[in-house]
Nanobody, 128 residues
Framework: QVQLVESGGGLVQAGDSLRLSCAAS????????MGWFRQAPGKEREFVAS????????YYADSVKGRFTISRDNAKHTVYLQMNSLKPEDTAVYYC?????????????????????WGQGTQVTVSS
């Protein structure tokens, strides 16, 4: 199993920045990629960003390109999401997710089905 612990959420104003962290432990050798998803009230969980553990290739949802940056620290097995120029529509619970090697196809980059372990979520609220 893989355990994921997120931190860094909070209440900010529009235009502010936040950095989310997600520390992984357990069977981390199975990691192909890590991703961030978010879910706003009454909406489906949506893809935000992902990063391949080997090579560091990144993928972003169009809604966050140019504002959010995903990065990783291999030694700490931690993934980060730097969120700049936050907007009220970014308000959601943000989830960190683990993608194993057996789901390495690029098809799985942006879909929840491509991830096998999830963190508990951290609330991000952006006021206008």
């Amino acid at each position: 199993q893989v355990q994921l612990v997120e931190s860094g959420g909070g209440l900010v104003q529009a235009g502010d920045s936040l950095r989310l962290s997600c520390a992984a432990s357990g069977r981390t050798f199975s990691t192909n990629a890590m991703g961030w998803f978010r879910q706003a009230p009454g909406k489906e969980r949506e893809f935000v960003a992902s990063i391949r553990w080997s090579g560091g290739s990144t993928y972003y949802a169009d809604s966050v390109k140019g504002r959010f940056t995903i990065s990783r620290d291999n030694a700490k097995h931690t993934v980060y999401l730097q969120m700049n120029s936050l907007k009220p529509e970014d308000t959601a619970v943000y989830y960190c997710a683990h993608r194993p090697h057996y789901l390495s196809s690029s098809y799985y980059d942006t879909v929840p089905a491509g991830y096998d372990y999830w963190g508990q979520g951290t609330q991000v609220t952006v006021s206008s």
